[in-house]
């Protein structure tokens, strides 16, 4: 049993423990929180879902045999996940009217990457899709560039928000904000390198492993956390966003659909 097979392995077991943490931390929250618990289920899916990638990866060998089509496969099923963390994120940093956008921009670019992974196969007749790669990454890369921009956007305007508004302790919305951009910002410089170097891999893979682990704490943290207060905080802000993209049709004040 070589190196790459255990450090496969010891990644699989510390994602799959992660999900099974998460998930089960909803027994300990002191007060449900809807917006929370979705973000909750796409973090639990995200790591399901990265954990499937390393089985997929010790039961083919793919990164065993070489590092492109290692690469390949990570960018594949790294891209939606990542999507999926990110949207976790922003689920509760921003209001429904926001999410929509959110959502359509990361659905838009997951299927570019499923398309330009499908397109290189049927090219190529292999997984070395050669360009396709690249454009794969490039994709990957604006993912994530994406994701940052928006929730650093909103996480400023939020904790602006509830600093006027709430008079509670910030620190673990502070500290889930600030571990929420750091394992975005942290994948989008070490993804391109580290991805297509398993000598690189040994080495950074760690970090990346203990930033995702400090980001789920803090989420955890921030859930049992949450009280009544910031939920009604939560409907305000729904219904103020949703009152500004109001309407005027036949003399009365529409609300556009979320």
């Known amino acids: 049993m070589d190196s790459l097979f255990l450090l ?17 931390s909803h027994l300990y ?25 390393y089985v997929v990866q010790m039961a083919f060998g793919f990164r065993a045999a070489d590092d492109i089509l ?9 891209t939606p996940c990542f999507s999926l963390i990110g949207m976790a994120i922003y689920n509760i940093e921003t209001t429904r009217a926001n999410r929509r956008k959110m959502n359509l921009v990361c659905g838009v670019i997951n299927a570019a990457t499923l398309l330009v992974f499908l397109v290189g196969i049927s090219l190529h007749h292999s997984l070395y899709i050669k360009e396709g790669l690249y454009m794969m990454l490039a994709l990957f890369c604006m993912s994530v560039a994406y994701s940052i921009s928006m929730i650093v956007r909103e996480m400023i305007r939020r904790k602006k928000m509830l600093e006027t508004m709430a008079a509670t302790d910030m620190l673990p919305y502070v500290r889930y904000s ?7 910002f942290l994948s989008s410089l070490t993804m391109p390198v580290v991805i297509f170097s398993t000598t690189l891999l040994f080495i950074i893979g760690p970090f990346v492993l203990l930033a995702l682990l400090f980001f789920n ?6 859930g049992s956390n949450y009280i009544p207060t ?11 966003d949703l009152a500004r993209t109001g309407y005027r049709y036949g003399g009365g004040i ?3 659909a979320a």
């Open 217 to 222: 704490l803090t989420f955890i943290s921030l």
């Open 178 to 184: 600030r571990a929420s951009v750091f394992i975005l």
């Open 29 to 53: 929250v002191r007060w449900v929180n809807k917006r929370y618990e979705r973000s909750r289920w796409m973090v639990v899916f995200a790591m399901i879902g990265l954990a499937i990638q």
């Open 254 to 256: 529409f609300c556009q």
């Open 8 to 24: 496969q392995f010891a990644c699989f077991i510390f994602m799959l423990i992660n999900a099974i943490f998460v998930a089960l």
């Open 70 to 78: 290692g690469a390949v496969v990570n960018i594949l099923i790294y």
């Open 230 to 240: 910031e939920e009604l905080l939560d409907k305000e802000e729904e219904y103020n």
